[in-house]
Structure formats: structure tokens, C-alpha cells
């Protein structure tokens, strides 16, 4: 059964529309991260929550917004999808900072 | 964020080779787990290392945490086509983990 659940699993998105993605975890974990990966290379931190306290990391762009309404959901919205946000997001929980990470498949987003 | 190299950052080799992948850093962790990626999945964790030159072993796969805590490596025996993926570092700062850059290996059958 997944324990971690990404919504669509492709996304195509309007340079400059706003478009949601969509994550949901059946663990009953902590926390919650959003990660950008682009081809070849290592997942990039966006973000986490611990509960409902959102922690940005420092070099991520206010276009990033994320959501947690609850402890099984958390949502990244990209307010102005340019071409180099095209990635595959990927959702993780863990049930503490310091515990193994569960990964989703990831939502691969193309910007046209 | 510490600063974490991986190397290599691509390898290809052919099948039944052997391989060692590095993940070096300046800082010392109090721990230090080792992820696999398959193409199209999200991460999953191999293993986590805790003792200054602590050794565990997954089937061809051995992991060592260095003596003072700043390195590891991964070593796979006899490499399989199934072993194709991104393997990632992934170092306890304190209060969370961090991934390195990632080694991308391609088995050729």
C-alpha cells in the first residue's frame, strides 16, 4: 500500500499560471518536505514542516509556497511557473528531523 | 547547508565490475544514511551508519562511515543492471539531513 501519495504524477502547466501540487501520507509522520529535482542531479530542499511550522530553506524562491492543512496533507504551489521550474517535485515524510525519509513517486511538472 | 561532495558524479560500467562511491565533507555527523533512486521513483533508503567506522553490509552492497565521522563510502560487488540509479549521501547535520550531489550509476548488461 503507498504510504506516501503524489497527485497528479505529471503536471503540464502555462509559463506564468499558477499550478498546485498535491501530497498525502497514510504514516501519520511529523514531518513533511518538498523537494525540486531536475535531471541527474541530487533533490534540492524547498522546504519542510515539523507539524504546522513551516521552515523555508534560505535559497528557496518566494514563487515556492507551500501548504499543510493537516497532518496527512501538504500542497506546493508555484505562483509563477517560469521554464526553469520545470523538475520532478518530490514529496518526503519522516517521523522526525533526524529519521529515515519516505519518498513519493514524485510529480514530474512541465512549464510550456 | 554543509558542504557534501560525491564522487563520482557519473559512473558506467559493465556488468560483474566492481565499484566504490565516496561521500567526503569537511564536517563531522552524527550520522549518515546512503538512499537509492530508481529512474522515475523517489528516493529509498539503503542503510544508516552511526559509529565512527562503523561497516554494514546489504547483500553486495557494504557501507563504511569513516573513523572521525566526515566520509563514507559505498562499495558494490559484482555490479547488476538492477543497481542502475542515483545513489545518494545523505549526512545528519544535528537537526536534519542533507542530500550530497549524488553519484549516477549506469550498469551495462
Known amino acids: 500500500d503507498a504510504m506516501v501519495i503524489q497527485n497528479p504524477r505529471y503536471q503540464v502547466t502555462q509559463f506564468g499560471k499558477p499550478v498546485t501540487l498535491s501530497c498525502s501520507q497514510t504514516?501519520?509522520?511529523?514531518?513533511m518536505y518538498w523537494y525540486q529535482q531536475k535531471s541527474s542531479q541530487a533533490p534540492k530542499l524547498l522546504f519542510h514542516?515539523?507539524?504546522?511550522?513551516?521552515?523555508n530553506e534560505a535559497d528557496t524562491p518566494d514563487n515556492f509556497q507551500s501548504r499543510r492543512p493537516n497532518t496527512s496533507f501538504c500542497f506546493l504551489d508555484i505562483r509563477s511557473p517560469g521554464l526553469g521550474d520545470a523538475a520532478m517535485y518530490l514529496c518526503?515524510?519522516?517521523?522526525?528531523?533526524?529519521?529515515?525519509?519516505?519518498f513519493g513517486p514524485g510529480t514530474r511538472l512541465t512549464v510550456t | 547547508t554543509q558542504l557534501l561532495e560525491q564522487s563520482p558524479q557519473f559512473l558506467s560500467i559493465q556488468e560483474g565490475e566492481n565499484l566504490t562511491v565516496y561521500c567526503n565533507s569537511s564536517?563531522?555527523?552524527?550520522?549518515l544514511q546512503w538512499y537509492r533512486q530508481e529512474p522515475g521513483e523517489g528516493p529509498v533508503l539503503l542503510v544508516t551508519?552511526?559509529?565512527?567506522?562503523e561497516v554494514k553490509k546489504l547483500k553486495r552492497l557494504t557501507f563504511q562511515f569513516g573513523d572521525a565521522r566526515k566520509d563514507s563510502s559505498l562499495h558494490i560487488t559484482a555490479a547488476q543492471p538492477g543497481d542502475t540509479g542515483l545513489y545518494l549521501c545523505?549526512?545528519?547535520?544535528?537537526?536534519?539531513?542533507?542530500f550530497g550531489t549524488g553519484t549516477s550509476l549506469t550498469v551495462i548488461p
Open positions: 518526503a515524510t519522516s517521523r522526525d528531523m533526524t529519521y529515515e525519509q519516505y
Open positions: 504514516l501519520n509522520h511529523n514531518v
Open positions: 514542516y515539523y507539524d504546522k511550522d513551516f521552515n
Open positions: 564536517s563531522v555527523f552524527s550520522s
Open positions: 551508519v552511526v559509529t565512527g567506522g
Open positions: 545523505a549526512p545528519n547535520t544535528g537537526n536534519q539531513f542533507y
